[in-house]
């Protein structure tokens, strides 16, 4: 009898601990979600110290050592978000025609950085850099 009691016991510890660490879990995904478009453009292309910026620097070196690719993790993590905000300028549906590029973009490119593939690396920059005047384009807004 002691014995299912003590099984019982590491049953509903075990319980315990998943449920906390799922409830992290939340609570970090919560936290690293950006609160604006604006915010993901400061951290993803803003300076010389976003995402776009450091990632540009590895893809032109050819470096794609964990550095680069957690910052791409970073960046295609950050960017996924951007499609759940309301564009600020154009239609719903052209926002998120382009928001959803730009993750499938932000993508090929962690691919090929993770792949240390260079000529892919370089392919896949050159299409997010470009990207960003198609979507500016229709979704920017004016500045008055």
């Known amino acids: 009898m002691q014995r299912l009691y ?32 604006k915010d ?33 993790k970073a960046w295609v993590a950050i960017g996924s978000h951007l499609g759940e905000f309301d564009p600020p300028r154009g239609e719903k549906e052209s926002w998120t025609k382009q928001t959803k590029k730009y993750t499938e973009d932000l993508k090929k490119l ?3 950085i993770n792949d240390k593939d260079a000529e892919a690396a370089a392919k896949a920059f050159e299409t997010v850099d470009k990207g960003c005047g198609a979507c500016h384009g229709k979704h920017k807004p004016k500045k008055q």
């Not at 049953?11 to 660490?21: C, E, M």
């Not at 803003?46 to 964990?66: L, P, R, S, Y």
């Open 110 to 112: 962690a691919k090929a």
């Open 40 to 72: 993901v453009m400061k951290k993803a292309h803003a300076g010389d110290t976003a995402f776009k910026a450091m990632i540009g620097k590895a893809v032109k070196e050819k470096e794609f050592d964990d550095d680069a690719k957690n910052t791409m």
């Open 6 to 37: 003590v099984l019982a016991g590491a049953v509903a510890l075990a319980l315990a601990i998943l449920v906390s660490g799922v409830q992290a879990e939340d609570k970090d995904e919560k936290k690293d979600k950006p609160k604006s478009i």
